[in-house]
């Protein structure tokens, strides 16, 4: 698990780009992941478009849940552009598209979320909208 930022709306900056860290397809969590969710996947085509996800999802999680208040609002735009074979380790990052304030305690960020492979090619995307609280 990473280290909370413990920033605020006003820490953030249009064009800043945070690391969200990186997690490998792991073979047993995909054989099980598609055992209990996709019956009939063959795990020789790599991780399916939900267990992409559910990885992306826990890395954001995990880098987010520091930011001061801050409330997922809306997840939209997801991209699935490839399925990582097991052992293939995937990076991910926010970047900042976005600020508008909403009132004195808050704001709204959104920010394009991307999941990298080793070689740097995209294999998930997604826009997100987020609260966070302002100082």
Known sequence: MTEPL???????EIGQVIPLGAC??????LDLF???FLPGWDVAYGAPEAMVYALW????????????GAKTLAVDGLRFLRSPPAG???RGRLTI??????????GVVI???????EAGRLVFSCLTRALVARR
């Not at 490998?24 to 969590?29: E, I, L, P, R, T």
């Not at 999802?57 to 001061?68: E, F, I, K, Q, V």
């Not at 920010?111 to 492979?117: G, H, P, R, S």
């Open 34 to 36: 598609a055992e209990r």
């Open 111 to 117: 920010a394009q979320q991307d999941l990298l492979d």
């Open 97 to 106: 598209m976005g600020k508008d304030p909403v009132g004195d305690e808050k």
């Open 24 to 29: 490998a397809v792991d073979a047993a969590a």
């Open 88 to 90: 293939e380790l995937l």
């Open 57 to 68: 999802s826990r890395l954001a999680a995990d880098r987010t849940s520091g930011w001061a």
């Open 6 to 12: 413990h920033i605020h709306f006003e820490d953030l």
